[in-house]
């Protein structure tokens, strides 16, 4: 069964440093989305992609992040200046649409620590 | 999107049925009903989802009340595989994303 990837798995920064999380959404699907869980937390959205344009974003989602599909197949989340307060998983998910009725498939994540 | 209510937590036996309920006295006509689950250390898994009708598929079943303000996941035959936080989410007309909250913490004893 095609499934969504993700990587690093555990990715360690120092804060202020830029970091960059990969994702490998399923290949026929159309909709990306970032998702992130700091640790004993609630599952929280960040944003969401289609047809190369940001479609919704959450508060958490402010300057210090952007996404981007920089080929056919990645999707990516950068963090320009890391604070303490972002280190959380960080799960990237994708549909084949953003129907109601349309699961999203998620990765396993990123662990991003800052130091 | 609407609220939905779910227990915190709730154990069952290893190879008994498991109904696990939430509540969503608000929902709107237009509402899907989705469950998730997350196991440990991974993401969010797509367990089932519904609108009016009761479904199955291989992983569970969804029973929806007649007044659509209330629902099941019925996993049929519990296997340690199935200990995990339970998701149940409302998905409407306006928004892409799920928003999740504390979900059920299923545990299952051998």
């Known amino acids: 069964e095609p499934e969504v990837t993700q990587t690093p798995s555990h990715q360690v920064t120092q804060m202020g440093q830029e970091v960059i999380l990969r994702c490998v959404p399923i290949?026929?699907?159309?909709?990306f989305y970032w998702y992130r869980q700091i640790l004993g937390q609630k599952v929280e959205f960040l944003v969401s992609?289609?047809?190369?344009?940001?479609?919704?974003k959450s508060e958490i989602f402010d300057d210090q992040f952007s996404v981007e599909r920089p080929d056919g197949s990645n999707f990516t989340l950068k963090i320009r200046s890391t604070k303490l307060e972002d280190s959380a998983m960080y799960f990237c998910?994708?549909?084949?649409?953003?129907?109601?009725?349309?699961?999203?498939?998620f990765g396993d994540g990123t662990r991003l620590s800052i130091l | 999107d609407a609220k939905t209510t779910q227990p915190n937590s709730m154990e069952s036996n290893e190879e008994e049925p498991v109904h696990l309920p939430c509540n969503h006295s608000?929902?709107?006509?237009?509402?899907?009903i989705h469950w998730y689950r997350q196991l440990p250390s991974q993401g969010p898994e797509y367990v089932i989802h519904?609108?009016?009708s009761n479904v199955n598929n291989r992983m569970a079943s969804l029973a929806i009340a007649e007044d659509r303000k209330s629902s099941t996941l019925i996993l049929h035959r519990a296997t340690l595989r199935d200990a995990a936080v339970y998701y149940c989410?409302?998905?409407?007309?306006?928004?892409?994303?799920?928003?999740f909250g504390p979900g059920t913490r299923l545990s299952v004893l051998p």
């Open positions: 998910a994708s549909s084949v649409s953003g129907a109601m009725n349309q699961p999203q498939h």
């Open positions: 519904g609108l009016t």
């Open positions: 290949s026929n699907h159309l909709y």
């Open positions: 608000t929902i709107s006509g237009t509402d899907y």
């Open positions: 992609f289609y047809n190369n344009e940001i479609s919704e």
């Open positions: 989410i409302l998905r409407g007309l306006y928004g892409q994303n799920f928003v």
